[in-house]
């Protein structure tokens, strides 16, 4: 039972290139989230997904891109990457999301880094 | 604008010390409150709490909600080494609003 899993672990981008986090869950959730985790900001919402098909903004959207073909992928871009993007990512999935009582299950994070 | 508010930042004990950590919010349309511990990687699910005054308990940990005062408090006892993480409290919100909110975290140190 893998839970969720980011690809990759580690990234290093020049500012201006684009890459696509990876996350996959196999708990048949329905609902996805990403958020970034900078020192002494907490982890932040960037985007969610309640299921298939339809994803919204969350508190730093700015600078990123979602979408949800299938149950169990949600992928992050960044299209242009910028040295505040800097920034460890976690993507965290849960079964009904936030309206019902179920917690987040996490994977182990991305850490990027834009030079 | 909703809100989660961690206290202390950080703190230091020793083995055996009884710490209690503590978590306010202020959002809309409560549904729940979560608690996580995080070591090198992924936050880790601890415990969810929708009712008042009632308390949850797994092993030396336990918490407590408080809905009228808007917090709630994580106590860990008997401390370990072990125990040295951060400390995440997070709030689920209701219907049509599908967000959690994380608090900064508190910083537990144990030392031996």
């Known amino acids: 039972n893998a839970g969720v899993t980011q690809t990759p672990k580690f990234q290093v981008l020049k500012t201006g290139q684009s890459m696509t986090l990876q996350c996959a869950q196999d708990?048949?959730?329905?609902?996805m989230s990403w958020y970034r985790q900078d020192p002494g900001m907490g982890l932040r919402l960037i985007h969610y997904?309640?299921?298939?098909?339809?994803?919204d903004q969350g508190e730093v959207p700015n600078g990123y891109n979602v979408s949800r073909s299938t149950t169990e992928d949600f992928p992050l871009r960044l299209l242009s990457a910028a040295p505040s993007q800097t920034s460890v990512y976690f993507c965290?999935?849960?079964?009904?999301?936030?309206?019902?009582?179920?917690?987040?299950?996490f994977g182990n994070g991305t850490r990027l880094t834009v030079t | 604008e909703d809100k989660v508010v961690q206290s202390p930042l950080s703190l230091v004990v020793h083995e055996g010390d009884t710490v209690t950590l503590n978590c306010s919010y202020e959002?809309?349309?409560?549904?729940?409150l979560l608690w996580y511990k995080q070591e090198k990687k992924a936050p880790t699910f601890l415990f969810m709490l929708t009712s008042s005054g009632i308390e949850k308990k797994s092993g030396r940990l336990s918490s407590i909600l408080d809905k009228k005062e808007l917090f709630s408090i994580l106590n860990i006892t008997a401390t370990q080494t072990g125990d040295s993480a951060v400390y995440l409290c997070a709030v689920s919100m209701g219907t049509g609003t599908y967000k959690y909110i994380f608090g900064t975290g508190t910083r537990l140190k144990v030392l031996a």
């Open positions: 997904s309640v299921g298939a098909g339809i994803t």
């Open positions: 708990m048949n959730h329905e609902y």
């Open positions: 965290a999935s849960s079964v009904r999301g936030s309206s019902y009582n179920s917690p987040l299950h």
């Open positions: 959002v809309t349309n409560f549904r729940s």
